[in-house]
């Protein structure tokens, strides 16, 4: 009985001790520390001498020899020093991969700009389609649904669902349907330029198509509301003289019979003198520049003057020249800018 327990335990004893050493040695083909670290080669090399150094204690065992010789290990062409940077670098590698795999489920979104309306256009990672959020709360205020958009205009979002585009508003709101081939102009003044079954054409907010006539009232409406003040009649050379004040700094222009602006943009001028208006701009150095203009808004001539001390009578001009290249000579010019 005694040589019988002594036996069992004796055999219980040299198989736990099989184990221990396996798992022993098994610890030591890890390519990560104890906390998720990729070790270094320095760290891999002493492993591995500690490795060889529990073969040769452990190569006396019966049960060690065993077990080697009924699975003899491959030899391969890859050195030590090899292998480790291999699994290095595919540890790192891994390490990689799941850590912006991570930062992508905490941040799914791609970010893009900020509009009027506190909104903030974003784009979703995984499915690269478009949406809007509240800025302040992050709420989604536009389904993340759109596969492309136009920026912001009057109040309205143009946005492409299905290969068609529509319009909505701030609050996700269809106001417009999705029926559109292309948008090529979001909202100015009222009215959109969009394709719809092959033709180009306008339409107001409510989506309703507007003709050449509306398109042309339209568009000089907001032209004169641009001018404080239109000159009822007209000069010698049938344009009107219209003022606008943006940003209280006046501005002169001259209108044609379409009330189409001929010249204009211009701090100052003079009268038309035979055919020809002088008007003046502010030059890159802060100082107001001269030219001589026609009728149809073309320059006389390249000169740029300093003055104009009186515009043409029989053909002739009294201007300043440019201090820069003349100290600012007073000189007589005729229509071809020669003195």
């Known amino acids: 009985m ?58 006396n065992s019966p049960s060690y020899n065993s077990s080697s010789s009924k699975s003899p290990e491959k030899k391969s062409s890859e050195s030590l020093s090899e292998k480790w940077e291999r699994e290095r670098k595919t540890a790192e590698a891994e390490k990689r991969a799941a850590e912006a795999k991570e930062a992508e489920s905490r941040n799914p979104y791609i970010r893009g700009l900020s509009n009027s309306d506190g909104l903030e256009r974003i784009q979703l990672k995984a499915t690269k389609l478009y949406g809007y959020r509240d800025l302040k709360t992050h709420n989604i205020v536009i389904p993340i649904s759109y596969a492309d958009y136009k920026y912001l205009s009057e109040g309205y979002y143009a946005l492409k669902l299905d290969n068609r585009w529509g319009f909505l508003d701030k609050t996700g709101k269809i106001l417009i349907p999705f029926k559109y081939e292309q948008v090529l102009a979001t909202f100015e003044n009222g009215i959109a330029r969009v394709v719809l079954a092959g033709r180009t054409i306008w339409i ?11 398109d042309k009232a339209i568009k000089l409406k907001v032209r004169l509301a641009r001018f404080s003040y239109i000159a009822p009649t007209a000069d010698e050379n049938g344009l009107r003289l219209a003022i606008a004040k943006p940003h209280d700094v006046t501005h002169y222009s001259f209108l044609n019979a379409d009330n189409i602006e001929i010249i204009g943009g211009h701090i100052d001028y003079k009268p038309p003198s035979e055919g020809y ?10 100082h107001p520049y001269w030219i001589f203009v026609d009728k149809n808004g ?10 104009v001390l009186s515009t043409f009578k029989n053909g002739v001009a009294k201007v300043v020249l440019r201090k820069e290249y003349t100290d600012g000579a007073t000189v007589w010019i005729d229509k071809k800018g020669n003195q």
């Open 277 to 286: 208006y002088a008007v003046s701009y502010i030059s890159g150095k802060g």
């Open 204 to 214: 107001d907010k409510n989506g309703i198509e507007i003709s050449d006539e509306q």
């Open 2 to 59: 005694n040589y019988c327990f002594t036996t069992l335990t004796s055999t219980i004893l040299c198989l736990f001790f099989v184990v221990f050493t396996d798992e022993s040695h098994a610890q030591y083909n890890s390519a990560y520390d104890s906390k998720g670290n990729v070790k270094s080669v320095e760290t891999r090399r002493y492993e591995e001498r500690e490795n060889n150094r529990n073969k040769i204690i452990n190569s």
């Open 298 to 307: 073309t320059k006389m001539i390249d000169e740029i003057y300093w003055d």
